[in-house]
């Protein structure tokens, strides 16, 4: 199962955080993702509008600390890309 959901319809790009058993805390693979999904939007004319979702039950608990505290910890490295 995908943690991040992007569909286009209508011009709209729908962005649907899917990680119910988490409250769809954002890790920051989450988050690369995320800003791929804005960047490709960003260059298709057809795409008027941007909706970011989370579930029925949350939108989002915000970051996923475990995470997080791993790449702290210099399990990995990750910077946010800035967009266009």
Known sequence: MSELLV???E???RITMNRPEKRNALTSGM???MADALREAA???AIR?????GGAECF???NDMADFRARSQ???SFSFA???
């Open 11 to 13: 011009g709209v790009r």
């Open 31 to 33: 988050y690369s993702a």
């Open 43 to 45: 260059k298709r004319q």
């Open 82 to 84: 800035r967009l266009p």
């Open 60 to 62: 989002t608990a915000g």
């Open 7 to 9: 569909a286009d319809a």
């Open 74 to 76: 210099g399990a990995a």
């Open 49 to 53: 509008a941007i909706l970011v979702t």
